[in-house]
């Protein structure tokens, strides 16, 4: 079993049509790193990564801006070896920026993360 957490997100409007939104990760926890098949060594080394930077874990992470509490619409992504958004190949960003049209009813945001053993996260926020 494991949880993400993001950072409350933030939205400004920046023309009467269009918003940004910033949504940033705070912290993954994986909580039964002791049930995931390894060896001594390794487990050895997952629990140092849990305990320092447990962001490293993530694979893969998306956003639906407008999620509907139904059906997950991707708007934006990063994963592990996408360059285009930092030069690091091995880590996924943590804070990601998205334009999206500006609506009169609080915003529910959904953020989905996968980490590298292939479990998958779900957070669902609203904000006004």
């Given at each position: 079993?494991?949880?993400?957490r993001?950072?409350?997100?933030?939205?400004e409007?920046?023309?009467?049509?269009?918003e940004?939104?910033?949504?940033?990760?705070?912290?993954y926890?994986l909580?039964?790193?002791?049930?995931?098949?390894?060896?001594?060594?390794?487990?050895?080394?997952?629990?140092?990564?849990?305990?320092?930077?447990?962001?490293?874990?993530?694979?893969?992470?998306?956003?639906?801006?407008d999620?509907?509490?139904?059906v997950?619409r991707s708007k934006?992504?990063?994963?592990?070896?996408?360059?285009?958004?930092d030069?690091d190949?091995?880590?996924?960003?943590?804070?990601?920026?998205?334009?999206v049209?500006?609506i009169?009813?609080?915003?529910?945001?959904c953020?989905?993360?996968?980490?590298?053993f292939?479990?998958e996260?779900?957070?669902?926020?609203?904000?006004?």
């Open positions: 079993m494991q949880y993400l993001i950072k409350k997100p933030i939205i409007s920046y023309n009467e049509d269009n940004k939104l910033t949504v940033e990760l705070e912290n926890v909580l039964s790193p002791d049930a995931l098949p390894l060896d001594e060594k390794n487990q050895k080394i997952l629990q140092d990564v849990v305990a320092d930077d447990p962001l490293a874990l993530i694979e893969y992470w998306s956003i639906d801006p999620y509907d509490g139904e997950f934006w992504q990063d994963y592990r070896q996408n360059t285009a958004n030069n190949e091995f880590r996924v960003i943590e804070k990601a920026v998205l334009n049209p500006k009169n009813n609080p915003r529910k945001i953020v989905k993360a996968v980490d590298v292939g479990f996260s779900v957070v669902v926020t609203e904000i006004k």
